[in-house]
């Protein structure tokens, strides 16, 4: 298997997430080449929908940076408002949203409007569209780096809820979309329990020992023994992933 590093493993196991003919809230980073890799493999007729208004039913035909970048406008199925694109989602036609957060807990609520003890609160760029994603998408896929300080017992601030408290939460709230699916990181993949809705680790990385998967989630996370390893990116996986990131700019 050829090396790859791990922002391409989450790239292509993120891809897996999406499948043909749906229509998918992109996002940026990892999410964007994850989309772009789907549709060059095993979803060709994905559409991704952009936060921009962008809409696009093909790969787009250079690298990307930024959802803006012209190469993405460059051939778009549509390029409309921004209230557009919100209203498919209000409208619950989407049926994967990618978003990440500046930390998580047990239950997959994500905050991404302050961090730090009490007095000392760092303010963070809030929402944007994360929380409409998290509450309409029939279901959300989560992608983030593996910290301890951003997998914690409870978040500080829910920004975008997840499962709320557990259990039939969402439903209760009156919250439409189907909540999270599985949280990608960089050391294992995260779903979640049908019953209780907390998260629980599907697979490790090849390369990574459980006990690292404990450390750095606070909580006591539940990890099958024997432990299920995640599939490696592909060649085929990699050569998509490098010909829309040549310089590794998201990937490494």
């Not at 390029?79 to 997959?108: K, S, T």
């Not at 998408?137 to 499962?163: D, Q």
């Not at 999270?180 to 779903?191: E, H, L, N, R």
Request: aromatic letters at 6%; hydrophobic letters at 40%; glycine letters at 12%.
């Amino acid at each position: 298997m050829a090396a790859y590093t791990p922002g391409e493993l989450m790239i292509a196991r993120a891809a897996r997430e999406i499948g043909d003919r749906e229509l998918v809230f992109v996002g940026m980073r990892l999410p964007l080449l994850a989309f772009l890799l789907a549709r060059s493999t095993h979803a060709p007729q994905a559409v991704g929908l952009f936060e921009n208004g962008v809409l696009r039913d093909s790969p787009t035909p250079d690298p990307l940076i930024t959802m803006s970048d012209p190469p993405n406008l460059r051939g778009a199925r549509m390029c409309m408002g921004m209230e557009l694109a919100m209203g498919l989602l209000q409208a619950g036609r989407v049926d994967l949203g990618f978003i990440g957060g500046a930390e998580i807990d047990r239950y997959g609520n994500l905050n991404t409007t302050e961090v730090g003890p009490d007095g000392a609160v760092i303010r963070l760029p809030g929402s944007g569209g994360a929380c409409d994603i998290a509450c309409m998408a029939r279901r959300l896929v989560i992608v983030m780096k593996h910290e301890r300080r951003r997998f914690v017992e409870r978040v500080r601030y829910v920004t975008s809820p997840g499962h709320g408290t557990g259990r039939t939460w969402r439903e209760a709230a009156g919250i439409p979309g189907g909540g999270p699916a599985a949280v990608i990181t960089d050391k294992c993949v995260f779903t979640f329990h049908p019953r209780t809705r907390e998260m629980v680790v599907a697979s490790v990385h090849p390369g990574v020992d459980p006990d690292e998967v404990r450390a750095l989630t606070g909580w006591p996370v539940v990890i099958p023994d024997p432990v299920p390893r995640t599939p490696e990116p592909g060649p085929e996986d990699l050569a998509v992933i490098r010909r829309y990131d040549p310089d590794g700019f998201w990937s490494r």
